[in-house]
């Protein structure tokens, strides 16, 4: 198993995978954490409307607020994420060079949970410069002021010095239900079809923690409320996980080294 390719495929699945799905993935923020206005009605009424909306008002980069963070930080998380895939798959073979479907799953969530350093403190980045445009179409509807820039450093700097450097790591607990989880099921499911050679991807209100959020929104919103934004969420994970997924796939390291080698003959 040879590292600087599988970390130059990483990069590049992570980069093509971020760039072609980040709009959706805007959508799904903001509609998970839009509130009822003051006269009770919302700011977008569903997918296609927030879309509109937020392309008329910010532009085509507007569509793209908050990608710098991840683009700069998607590229250790994918590479841990796929490399430590293949990592955990590598050693947790037995002696007949197999991999069994416990394992598999193990190996998937030890990829997952080496994954979540990097995640949990793009989400939090990521998630409030998304949402910065919707924060500031409510106090333009309230007051007829616009809220102050948002910017990744002063987000990061803010929670550092109020919270330290675990700051950053707010949410931490729902990130790694969701991330572990996700990648204990997804990476076998994809080894498995890849054996069968089917390639296809599988005041705002404050919470406390999980358990805290789980029954604030359940008493505020109901059982529904928790599957907000779930359609838009397949449509970002399921393309961006398959481009990525397929890009890691063809080896683009491996050509890249390759060619170089060949022209120092």
Do not use: W
């Not at 998970?32 to 910010?58: I, M, V």
């Not at 980045?125 to 500031?136: P, V």
């Not at 675990?166 to 949410?171: E, M, N, T």
Request: with cysteine.
């Amino acid at each position: 198993m040879s590292a600087v390719p599988k970390i130059i495929d990483g990069s590049i699945a992570g980069l093509v995978g971020v760039t072609c799905v980040f709009p959706i993935d805007l959508v799904k923020t903001r509609l998970q954490n839009q509130q009822p206005l003051p006269n009770g009605e919302k700011l977008y009424k569903n997918l296609l409307d927030c879309a509109k909306k937020t392309f008329k008002s910010e532009g085509f980069f507007g569509m793209y607020r908050g990608s710098g963070v991840n683009l700069l930080l998607i590229t250790p998380e994918k590479v841990i994420k796929l490399v430590g895939n293949d990592f955990f798959r590598h050693i947790l073979k037995d002696k007949d060079n197999k991999l069994t479907l416990p394992r598999g799953v193990l190996s998937g969530a030890g990829a997952g949970m080496c994954q979540i350093i990097i995640t949990t403190p793009m989400e939090l980045l990521k998630i409030q410069l998304q949402d910065a445009g919707r924060s500031a179409s409510i106090d333009k509807v309230a007051a007829g002021t616009a809220a102050p820039k948002v910017t990744a450093t002063g987000i990061a700097l803010q929670q550092i010095r109020e919270k330290g450097i675990f700051g950053l790591y707010k949410g931490f607990g729902s990130t790694m239900l969701r991330d572990v989880t996700f990648s204990a099921i997804y990476f076998p499911l994809f080894a498995y079809l890849n054996s069968l050679l089917l390639h296809k991807a599988a005041g705002e209100q404050e919470y406390k923690g999980i358990v805290d959020c789980m029954i604030k929104v359940f008493k505020q919103e109901g059982i529904l409320a928790f599957y907000k934004g779930g359609f838009c969420r397949i449509l970002v994970i399921a393309p961006l996980f398959g481009i990525a997924q397929t890009v890691y796939y063809f080896g683009i390291g491996d050509h890249i080294l390759g060619f170089f080698s060949s022209t120092h003959k």
